[in-house]
């Protein structure tokens, strides 16, 4: 338990930055239905990020957690993790990324729907519980 790996990507601007988060304990289901519309995605994604409590605030995967707006607001945003449930907020990846951070407009059908249609294991973050007893973060996506 708590022996995988996920990279978190954020959107400011044009840009998204990834931070990878080793240590992690990661639960996918696949689903999938049909609707009257057609075929719709059901997976499912639960990743529990363990953090180290500290003054300034949580620590994860060697990075200062900020909340979204807070991250947003950083002068040096790839020095910060930040969990963002918001409309174009977080991206996970089940895995490690190697390329760093990446332009939305690289591609026509931007960031997301190209890692959407291409990779396995990429999910937008729905919800994030921050628990304090045993030190962790609770990310869900679809």
Not at 41 to 62: A, C, F, I, M, N
Not at 86 to 93: A, E, F, Q
Request: aromatic share 12%; glycine share 14%.
């Amino acid at each position: 338990m708590f022996a995988e790996k996920v990279t978190v990507f954020n959107r400011l601007g044009q840009v998204w930055y990834p931070a990878e988060l080793a240590g992690v304990h990661v639960q996918a289901d696949r689903g999938g239905g049909t609707a009257p519309i057609g075929a719709r995605r059901e997976d499912t994604l639960t990743v529990l990020v363990p953090y180290e409590p500290g003054e300034e605030g949580p620590k994860t995967g060697g990075r200062l957690y900020l909340p979204p707006r807070a991250w947003r607001a950083a002068a040096d945003p790839e020095r910060y993790v930040t969990f963002d449930p918001g409309p174009g907020g977080t991206v996970i990846l089940l895995g490690p990324w190697e390329e760093g951070a990446v332009e939305e407009d690289r591609w026509p059908e931007g960031f997301y729907g190209r890692m959407n249609r291409d990779r396995d294991g990429v999910f937008a973050l729905t919800a994030v519980c921050r628990y304090e007893a045993l030190p962790h973060f609770e990310l869900t996506g679809r």
